[in-house]
């Protein structure tokens, strides 16, 4: 049994000087990981705004004709200025319901009148009613999103 423990020692103590060394390979790994970053993006939105006071459709004689006028205030509550859209509409128990439309650009903070003339009988039951469509403006807002980033390192095995 001594012989074979100072043969392996006379191994090590040959390999420790001879600088043998035994055989490695080395393999390159991959990794992906995410990390965040800050982008900035563009939104459609459409305009903010208020109806001012309450939408009205008073009746009065222009000659012989009746006339219903339909009136709806905007107040722009944007930082943008933009066109506004208000469709009218007047529904009457005998005809088909008239809608008409008017366009109107509205600076930030400012407020303006639609109104509309509607040709009526006088004391016939009608529903008015009304929409406003802002325009869509484009926006930025700043976003973070994770992008994926791939790392590449090496291993040794020596065996």
Do not use: H, W
Not at 44 to 66: A, Q, W
Not at 95 to 121: C, H, N, S, W, Y
Request: hydrophobic letters at 30%; charged letters at 25%; aromatic letters at 8%.
């Amino acid at each position: 049994m001594k012989p074979l423990i100072m043969l392996l020692s006379l191994l090590v103590i040959a390999v420790f000087f001879t600088g043998c060394t035994p055989p490695c390979t080395t393999t390159t790994q991959y990794k992906t990981e995410y990390v965040d970053t800050q982008e900035v993006e563009e939104y459609r939105t459409p305009l903010k705004y208020e109806i001012v006071g309450k939408p009205t459709s008073d009746g009065s004689f222009e000659g012989i004709n009746y006339i219903r006028i339909g009136k709806v205030s905007v107040k722009n509550t944007d930082s943008e200025t933009g066109e506004f859209v208000v469709s009218q509409t007047i529904d009457t128990l005998k005809d088909q319901p008239v809608t008409k439309e008017t366009r109107k650009t509205i600076k930030a903070g400012e407020t303006l009148m639609f109104d509309e003339k509607f040709d009526v009988e006088m004391g016939e039951d009608i529903d008015y009613s009304y929409k406003v469509t802002p325009e869509s403006i484009i926006k930025t807002r700043t976003v973070t999103k994770q992008k994926p980033v791939t790392i590449a390192y090496n291993q040794t095995i020596c065996s």
